[in-house]
């Protein structure tokens, strides 16, 4: 069974950077697809993120810019690099997997949350 462990959540001022990070355990084979949500208080789920192990990605139009993630296929990790973080990218962000194609993002973890001061 899939897991997916983040780390890298936490406190940052306006303008500042923070790094997420997600490894899939539990599996032997390279992951198809990751990536990251953010759920923020009042709002739906949105995209953050995703990435295929191909390298090919996808980001949702309030982060482009900002926000580059990247793959680690022989460790089944993802990392979500952010710079000049707003108030409004506070949230709770989910890492998701989609560990063969075209099964969908069926894996999710528990939440980092990131905060970020005005």
């Known amino acids: 069974q899939v897991q997916l462990v983040e780390s890298g959540g936490g406190l940052v001022q306006t303008g500042g950077s923070l790094t997420l990070s997600c490894a899939a355990t539990?599996?032997?084979?390279?992951?198809?697809?990751m990536g990251w949500y953010r759920q923020s208080p009042g709002k739906l789920r949105e995209l953050v993120a995703i990435?295929?192990?191909?390298?090919?990605?996808k980001y949702g139009d309030s982060v482009k810019g900002r926000v580059t993630i990247s793959m680690d296929n022989a460790k089944n990790t993802t990392y979500l690099q952010m710079n000049s973080l707003k108030v409004e990218d506070t949230g709770l962000y989910y890492c998701?997997?989609?560990?063969?194609?075209?099964?969908?993002?069926?894996?999710w973890g528990q939440g980092t949350q990131v905060t970020v001061s005005s």
């Open positions: 539990g599996t032997p084979f390279s992951i198809y697809a």
């Open positions: 998701t997997a989609e560990r063969t194609h075209p099964r969908g993002f069926d894996h």
């Open positions: 990435i295929t192990n191909d390298g090919t990605t």
